[in-house]
């Protein structure tokens, strides 16, 4: 049922990415600034959250992926996104964007297609709501969660992956990635990570660290979101809650290994 060879690949980027160490550059949200930034430093990338406009170009040059996220949006955060975007793009280096909250409001719905329309993106990572939003018009989201289910949202997606070029994904009880007409399904993950803020924004990031290893865009993607669903099932096991939980992903993050990963993720193609 699970993919072999795709957990072999999922080993693989966790030893690259930990034996290169990419820098990694977030314009981000204030509230999940502190903890995507540890859970990067975790899985043995290195992050940068910076957001000037007077510095993204720069910072950008330095990074083995770019990431964008619309949590806490202004339009200034929105300029800088574009310039760090462009460069990136000049570069060839990928960039994901987090579309959070995306159909809540005209803001977050315009600025997010803004992006994607001016931007080559490798990879957006939502839920199925905010994915919806980007497809349809009058799809709307309860604030940044999601109202819909990945199974109600899985058409859309595809069609949207097509239609952009780029690979979509949805984050939920069990993640789908498309790309090109392809599927990729994500089993692992815990229903905690539901109760503790921005785990979808540090999923985001992390899928920016594996995409600084792997210029596959849908396996990098894929890989990404199955180590970080272990890492919430390992995470769950001594948790007494939602706040032990938070730091304990932080801790599997950090201990899971190769062999962990090749027996633990469970990908289906």
Known sequence: MFDIELAKKASN???TLRGKNPLIHNITNFVVMNYTANALLACGASPVMAHAAEEVEEMVSFAGALVLNIGTLTPPW?????????????LNIPVVLDPVGSGATKLRTTSAKRLID???????????????????????????????????????????????????????????????????????????MGSVTGTGCTATAIIGAFLAVDR?????????????????????????????????????LYTIDEKQMEEGVRIQS
Do not use: C
Request: glycine share 10%; no cysteine.
């Open 13 to 15: 980027n966790l030893k």
């Open 78 to 90: 929105i300029d800088s996104m574009l310039k760090a975007g462009k460069r990136a793009n000049e």
């Open 118 to 192: 001016e931007l080559d993106i490798g990879v957006v990572r939502g839920n199925a709501s905010e994915v919806l939003s980007l497809a349809h018009e009058d799809s709307l989201t309860k604030g940044v969660d999601a109202v819909h289910s990945v199974d109600e949202a899985a058409d859309a997606a595809i069609q949207l992956a097509r239609e952009l070029d780029t690979t979509i994904a949805i984050t939920g009880e069990v993640d789908l990635v498309t790309y090109g007409g392809r599927i990729l399904m994500v089993h692992n993950g815990h229903p905690l």
């Open 216 to 252: 596959e865009p849908v396996v990098a993607t894929t890989t990404a979101l199955a180590y970080f669903g272990l890492a919430g099932e390992k995470g769950a096991i001594d948790a007494k809650g939602p706040g032990s939980f938070q730091m304990a992903i932080l801790d599997a």
